[in-house]
Structures are given as structure tokens and as C-alpha cells.
């Protein structure tokens, strides 16, 4: 199922270089999880109600817009999650997702895999 991710004002600042001419490397580094139906907007900063934070194991360029990511929990928690924060490797919140109903779900004896495929409308993913 598609989800649009919104990338806040501070993700695309990180994504300008220094002498504003062109894009900067960015590296997504982590995914939070948030049991909170959240109603993103271009200004957040933070996940609300942000309960776990997974490294992105695995991250590569699929398609000329497409990047793919992996991130999994091996722990025994368990829980529902409704909405989703990208952060790059300094921090920066680069993107959010939120909806009404829970996307995933983890038992305390099951693993969780997440696999997005983040399709860029505007840029290319390449840069």
C-alpha cells in the first residue's frame, strides 16, 4: 500500500548544500515508530509519542526516484504502530507518515520487518 511521506522544513534544509547550488548527501539512518495517529505538517520536529527508534540496516538507490529501506526489531516488545518518522544521521527529522489505523503490528515472540520503498515526486533520489 502507498504511503505519502511528508518531508518537514528541516529535512529539506538538510538536503541544500552549504553553498545553496545543488543538493547535499544525506544518509536516512533511523525509523521511529509512534502508536499515535498523527497528522504531519512541514514544521514538526519530532515524532509524537515516539516509543521505538530502529536502525536502517539497509538502504540503496532502486529506481532513479526510489530509494529502499530496511529496518527490523528483533525485541520482545510488542506493539502497534500508526505512524513513522525518518531521521537522517545527524538527527534531523527528514520525513513523517500518520494514519488512523495501525500498519504493523509486533508480538513479544515475533520480529519485525520493515521494508519502504520511499518514491521521490521531485527530486531524484540518486542526488
Not at 505519502?4 to 552549504?18: F, K, P, Q, R, Y
Not at 536516512?28 to 515508530?33: T, Y
Not at 512541514?42 to 526516484?65: C, I, M, N, P, Q
Request: hydrophobic share 50%; glycine share 6%.
Amino acid at each position: 500500500m502507498p504511503l505519502t511521506l511528508l518531508i518537514t522544513d528541516a529535512g529539506a534544509t538538510a538536503l541544500v548544500n552549504a553553498a545553496n547550488t545543488g543538493t547535499a548527501p544525506v544518509t536516512i539512518a533511523q525509523l521511529g515508530l509512534s502508536d499515535t495517529a498523527i497528522t504531519p505538517t512541514a514544521a514538526t520536529t519530532s515524532l509524537a509519542d515516539e516509543f521505538k527508534r530502529l536502525s536502517a540496516l539497509s538502504g540503496e538507490v532502486v529506481a532513479d526516484d526510489t530509494i529502499h529501506l530496511i529496518g527490523r526489531d528483533t525485541g520482545t516488545d510488542a506493539y502497534s504502530a500508526r505512524s513513522l518518522a525518518l531521521y537522517l544521521a545527524d538527527g534531523t527529522l527528514f520525513a513523517l507518515y500518520g494514519q488512523a489505523d495501525a500498519f504493523a503490528q509486533k508480538a513479544a515472540q515475533a520480529n519485525l520487518l520493515i521494508a519502504i520503498d520511499i518514491k521521490f515526486a521531485d527530486i531524484t533520489a540518486a542526488d
